[in-house]
């Protein structure tokens, strides 16, 4: 009798009405169907604490608010670079071990420089032929996207996306189903032979539209009245670079991009705040056309937003441009978390959100407030250790090349004239500490032959690959920079450069904030834990406790 009421009283129920309680229909899938890795070029941690009351309620703040917060992430090693930090996030390791050392690097044998992602054994897949010739071939540890790939047998997807080639590349991997970058010749997204024969048609059809040229004919003008950007230094300050000799608002893109030429100059697309919403819009519709997160099988999208950097470079990190783009990218955040909302679920989605990088202060900007810094000259250093090595023996190019802050020096000049490898480098090294704004010189030998467990020399050893390196890594005083012509730079393991934000959101995660020391290699595993995939080959760190401990 009991069972018969229970049947009519089912039967006679509102279909509005549900059978099942809503909390059993929200509950997350024992792995998330989609997982968003964002990473913002260049994005120190104090911008977060900066720009908060300017930012509005469904973006950064959303994702903070709603998230895991680690406010003590930073990268362990000396040489934070664009590329080296894209790599350590994917493989979850050192330089040391992914051997994605600098943005380039000397190759001894072929006696030239070599970029991160260069690879003449391949073609462009779109875009124009010498922009194509990338591939991640020097990458040489596994990539997050390269295990979830082998573990469930080439059925999960996984795509890179970035304006600069080595973002979307070093981010997706060798396994990838594409990586695509933007040509700015062409104005358009492209690949290479490593990932696909040809473009696929929704690529295609997007790169008709010529979003570029659109959004080129705009001007760049601050989101909010001027006045309103009191965390930023004024707009008619000295210590920018600016773009198409100008360094305050507004910017006429139509007019800079095609100066001194009768083409348009794509590539300043990505030096303004629209090279991120044009990179959002093609994440977007990857997502619907490739069908992410749709089916059993995980899958992962990395979206790298790199105009950030590129500002940062061209007007320092207290600009007003700076925080302009950055409340613009706020925007462009909270649609794309929208949008994954709908499309996806949050739910059944993961995303974390990070940055490659921190940046320094501009040190013409610290000489006005009489704070210690400068732009070393290295190529003038180099000269000058020429010099002193002809001195000492004799007249030869005793210095192979330099790039950035190594030193290669000529060893087969150095073997045929029966001089010690060590004591060569020895004498470079107590030369250069000599140059003001040289804080350590350290030599290959010394690296080689000891085990640093803390310190500077530690994290100078993570970044030192024995194939790949130098004979002598210079690591600057805080305040300096290299000069090559940017407002600021990174390339230190000072706290400026390497402590970045680091967030995760959606799916399982916790509404908490995890304040403990926590190493960016350790954000791959944790991903790797929490999907129960194989780590990538070159990890060594472990899993965040206040992840997945909850």
Known sequence: MLRRIISVLVFCLPPFIPLFSQSSLTVPPERPKLIVGI?????????????????????????????????????????????????????????????????????????EKIYCTQDEGVKAVGGSYENGMHSPVHLIATTLGDELRMYFNMRSKVFGVGMKEHA????????????????ASTGTWMSSTWYLDSLPQWVREFNEKEFPSLYLERKWEPLYPVESYAESLPDSCGYETGLGGRHVFPYDLDRISRVRRR???????????FGNTYTKDFAVSLIVSE????????????????????????????????????????????????????????KNVLVYLTSNHGVSASPAYLETLRIPGGFFNLNGAVTLLRAYLNVIYGNGNWVDAVVDQQIFLNR???????????????RVARFMVQISGVARAVTSTTLESNYFGSGMLQRIQNGYNQK?????????????????????????????????????YGWKIPRTVISEPVDMTGLSSTVAFLMNISYPNGNMEEPLPGLISR
């Open 412 to 426: 087969q000049l150095i073997e045929d004239s029966k001089i010690s490898l060590e004591e060569v480098q020895n």
């Open 168 to 183: 979307a590349i070093l981010s997706a991997g060798h396994t990838a189903n594409a990586a695509y970058w933007f040509d």
């Open 39 to 111: 990473v913002v070029d260049q994005m120190r941690y104090d911008y977060i604490y900066r720009y908060w009351d300017k930012f509005g309620e469904r973006g950064f703040r959303r994702l903070i608010d709603e998230g895991t917060f680690c406010k003590n992430a930073r990268f362990g090693y000396l040489n934070t670079y664009s590329a080296t930090g894209y790599a350590t996030i994917s493989t979850g390791s050192m330089p040391a071990s992914h051997g994605i050392i600098a943005d380039e690097w000397y190759k001894r044998l072929q006696k």
């Open 291 to 346: 069908q992410l997160g749709e089916d059993e099988f995980p899958d992962l999208l990395t979206v790298a937003f790199n105009s950030p950097g590129e500002v940062g470079k061209l007007f320092g990190p207290n600009s007003m441009e700076m925080q302009d783009i950055y409340l613009r990218l706020d925007r462009d955040l909270e649609h794309f978390l929208e949008f994954l909302d709908r499309q996806v679920g949050k």
């Open 263 to 273: 083409e348009r100059d794509y590539g300043l697309l990505g030096c303004v705040p």
């Open 468 to 504: 790949r390196s130098g004979d002598v890594i210079l690591s600057l005083e805080p305040g300096w920079i290299f000069r090559n012509g940017d407002v600021s730079r990174n390339s230190t393991a000072y706290r400026y450069d390497s402590h970045v934000p680091l967030v995760w």
